[in-house]
Every structure is written in structure tokens, then in C-alpha cells.
């Protein structure tokens, strides 16, 4: 019997997809329940591409066996515009604060990931007390644009990431001509680019799988070690004073 995510995926060639081998990447010691993962996207249009191209990389996602949440940006207030307990603003923490890895996609306008993309990021904070909510968590970057091929989006969105200390997978996704890639229903067409997709959405997942149960250890620094012996002796010194 067919399972309902690849009744779900027409324009997939289901003899050439793979499925994740988790037990072949996984931390034997690590979290075993699917990835999770949060999809982030960066325009809310009526018909937004970035959003069409989101839910085609959620469906994908899950049929590589992934728990997947999206971020609906509408009345998400600008950065600063708003306390940290509006409902939006804890609703895109808490998402990330439960997700394992994450895809950003954003439409490139004037040259530049949207600002509504930009917001959300910017939303999330780098600390929460002695938490990050994103160090150590896997990403992937996708860019729809109406003209021509470019990257300018994705490479934003990677410095972003890197500066977010995110694991950045080294493959992307960057549509062209978005508005000829989609059919009237929102799916996205056969093609190259689809085909990239694929394989965004298959290797972030082996990446989720491969770094989630070791983040701790590869993110664990000389500096902070350093700066943390410190403070403790600062705080053993004043209590024998």
C-alpha cells in the first residue's frame, strides 16, 4: 500500500527517492524520534512562490520522515515593534525552540532576501538566558525570483545562519522565473530545479539526523569554557571574602 506523502508528491519519480537511513547517521546514545523541522518563509502575498515552494519542501520533508511545522508571518510585528510576549513573537520562539533544523525561503527582491524574511529572523534571539535557541540546529536556504537565476538571497541567508550558529548545509535551492515553475493548483512543475529541491530537502534531513544528538559536543567552545571557569571563580572568591 502506498503511503499518503507519496500519494502526495505527483511529480516525483518514487522509484529514484531513497528514504533516510537514520540508524546509519543517528548518535546511537541520541534522540530517535523524526526530525523536526520548521519552515520559515518570506512573503505574504495571495499567491507567494516562497510559500508555494515551502509547502512543496514540507511534503518532501515529511516523506523523508520529518516532522514538519511552518511559520505563517502574517501579523508578525517588526523587530522591536512589539513586547516579547506577543502572540506571534512567541509563537515563531517556541517554533524554534522546538525545532531541530530549519529551511528558510525567501523571494529575492531588490537584489535581497524580503524584509519579511529578514523579521523573523531577526525575531529570534541568539540567547535565551544561558539557551540558544538555533546553535547547533541544522539549515537549509531556498530563493524563488522573478527574473533570472541568482543567489543573492541564499548567501544572505547563509551569513545569517553562520551568524545564528547554525549547521548551513552546503546544498541550496535558487528558482528562477518562479511564476513559470508552479501550475494553476501551487504544485511545482517537473524540472531541474524541482530536482534540486529533492535533494535540499534529502540532505538536510541527514544532516538533522547526523548533527541532533551531537550538537552539544561540536558546539562546545575553549572560549566559553574559558569565560565560564572565570565567572565561577569570581563567584567563589566574593563568597570567601
Wanted: proline share 7%.
Amino acid at each position: 500500500m502506498t503511503d499518503p506523502f507519496s500519494l502526495d508528491l505527483p511529480n516525483i519519480d518514487l522509484k529514484q527517492l531513497r528514504p533516510i537511513d537514520g540508524e546509519a547517521l543517528a548518535d546511537p546514545n541520541g534522540p530517535a524520534h523524526p526530525p523536526r523541522i520548521l519552515i520559515l518563509y518570506g512573503s505574504i502575498r495571495e499567491r507567494s512562490f516562497s510559500r508555494l515552494l515551502s509547502e512543496e519542501a514540507g511534503r518532501l520533508l515529511r516523506w523523508f520522515g520529518s516532522e514538519v511545522r511552518t511559520f505563517d508571518p502574517r501579523g508578525l510585528p517588526l523587530p522591536d515593534g512589539a513586547e516579547p510576549d506577543h502572540p506571534k513573537m512567541k509563537e515563531l520562539r517556541d517554533l524554534a525552540d522546538w525545532a531541530e533544523g530549519m529551511v528558510w525561503v525567501s523571494p529575492e527582491r531588490h537584489g535581497a532576501m524580503t524584509g519579511i524574511m529578514k523579521a523573523q529572523i531577526d525575531w529570534i534571539p541568539l540567547s535565551l538566558g544561558a539557551k540558544r535557541p538555533t546553535q547547533g540546529k541544522t539549515l537549509a536556504v531556498m530563493e524563488v525570483s522573478g527574473g533570472s537565476q541568482s543567489f543573492n538571497a541564499v548567501n544572505q541567508m547563509r551569513i545569517l545562519g553562520r551568524w545564528m550558529r547554525m549547521v548551513t548545509i552546503p546544498n541550496q535551492s535558487s528558482v528562477p522565473k518562479a511564476f513559470m515553475e508552479f501550475d494553476e493548483a501551487g504544485r511545482m512543475k517537473p524540472s531541474s530545479y524541482y530536482s534540486r529541491v529533492v535533494d535540499v530537502c534529502e540532505e538536510l534531513v541527514k544532516f538533522t539526523w547526523l548533527v541532533r544528538g551531537r550538537s552539544a559536543y561540536l558546539t562546545d567552545r575553549y572560549s566559553e569554557r574559558v569565560e565560564t571557569a572565570a565567572e565561577l571563580s569570581s563567584r567563589v572568591n566574593q563568597r570567601a571574602i
